[in-house]
């Protein structure tokens, strides 16, 4: 899964990055724009959802998710509770969570998947937490007994053997794949990496 960040977007075209990493392998896109406004939020899900074969999710705001047509949306532990989200969302709406502790876990019970993290330390999210590393996630893959864990959080394509091992069902990236010259060859560096295994 691709997470986008503004600040790495760096005035490049979003469709066309989504774009590139989706050649590359990125089987999502997670639409994580903290500057934007709701229209531009709503807006840029538009134009990712019309452009995209696979499916677009937007962190935190359930309203504009459901108003750019995503697939999905993505809720930290500050956001509407899953089960708020449940109620409001139509049938088959994806909804994950954040789960980072067994607290944020718990709270996230009912949702389609967990991005737990952050796996180390991450430069695009500071408030993210300690690093859990591989035994920190491997714990939290445990407690959801069953739920997909979706490791993020300063991954690099060298991780992957070690996420899947720790019972990963995929990774989600940022500064490795906006961070790099070439997006869509960044992006199968990780394909390659976690189809390996």
Wanted: glycine letters at 14%.
């Amino acid at each position: 899964m691709l997470v986008t960040d503004d600040a790495l977007l760096a005035g490049r075209d979003l469709v066309e990055v989504a774009r590139s990493a989706e050649r590359g392998g990125v089987t999502a896109v997670q639409l994580r724009l903290k500057r934007a406004t709701a229209r531009d939020l709503v807006s840029a899900t538009n134009a990712l959802v019309a452009t995209l074969r696979i499916p677009v999710l937007v962190n935190d705001r359930l309203d504009a998710a459901l108003a750019g047509g995503a697939a999905g949306v993505h809720l930290g532990p500050d956001d509407m509770a899953i089960s708020l989200a449940r109620r409001i969302a139509p049938p088959g709406f994806i909804v994950g969570a954040s789960a980072g502790t067994a607290d944020e876990a718990e709270a996230g019970r009912a949702a389609d998947y967990w991005g737990v993290g952050p796996w180390s330390a991450s430069g695009t999210k500071p408030d993210a937490g300690g690093a859990l590393g591989a035994e920190g996630f491997r714990r939290l893959v445990l407690a959801g007994r069953g739920i997909p864990c979706v490791a993020i959080g300063g991954i690099r394509p060298e991780d992957m053997g070690a996420v899947i091992a720790a019972g990963g069902a995929g990774v989600a990236v940022v500064s490795g794949i906006l961070g790099a010259p070439d997006v869509e060859a960044a992006a199968r560096e990780y394909w390659n990496r976690v189809h390996a295994f």
